[in-house]
């Protein structure tokens, strides 16, 4: 080929290449989204999912099927979404999780950095509770308690935000060594608890949320910055001695990391317009969710800043799997 005729041809590739990624985003999506929920249907996530993503669908004009892969504590749908390919039609719904399994997994079958954070909008935080006729009335008096004579304190499992979070307080801001006493989910924790087997519970608040409202568990301290309007009667760790203790666990939408930068984008506004509704945010408010929206950048900065925090936790306490 001669010269000038090699340069035309490789102008007309690299025009190509500048006008594909853009119209590819501004199309986008042409067919149905699939969002993978890193945990059981009918948990704290899924309900997320399912909430914006029936809305995310119809602001986009196609079907969000959402579909659950749980298992391996959110690794499974992780790994499932990081090696899928990075176009937007493949998401990740997951929570704090994905950050603290990745110090807490020391063999992992994806990294974080295999995906984006495209939207971490909403979130709960984590509490710390007793049953209604414990003497402990105040954070300082579970303390106290520890100190006198440890005792056993439950939680959803081995390795969740809830348990490191609980692990960290214990151990690093109290200076006490309670018992951690893991249960397969949230229920039968509670009923531990109120059976007086177990004297303290920790949990992430929607999943607990009902049962504060009923008085069949008495919340101590929430790991927010203020009071959680849906439960104002339990103090923040800030007001009960703790200042700066918080801990959420979110929950975000998180695809490949190598999508084009303008779909995430578009997805990212998208569902942050969503969260923004009011009927959707009412409806995230029953799961005790609270909504924050983020713009792209944000979200990468939030989530970036969320792997240091639970990643420092996981280490302080020497929690591990090899």
Known sequence: MPPTSWYRAAALLFAVAAFARPAAAQNFPTRPITMIVAFSAGGYADSFARIVGARLGERLGQNVVIENHGGAGGNLAGANVAHA???????LVTTSSVAVNETYYKKKIFAAADLKAVAIPAGAPETLSVKPTDPAKTLADVVQAGRTKPFDYASAGVGTASHVAAAYFFKVLAKIDPVHV???GGAPAVNAVVGGHVQVLVG????????FRSGTIRGVA??????VPEVPDIPTYDESGYPGFVAENWVGVFAPAKIDREIAAKLNAAINDIVREPATEARLRTFSMQTHPRSLADTESYFNSEMTKWGTM????GLFVE
Not at 85 to 91: F, I, K, V
Not at 222 to 227: C, D, G, K, L, T
Not at 314 to 317: D, E, F, G, L, S
Request: cysteine-free; overall charge positive.
């Open 314 to 317: 996981v280490k302080a306490v």
């Open 182 to 184: 893991p249960f397969q």
């Open 222 to 227: 929430v790991a927010s910055p203020q009071r």
């Open 85 to 91: 390919p990075p176009d937007g039609y493949t998401l």
């Open 204 to 211: 992430t608040l929607p999943g607990y949320a009902a049962q």
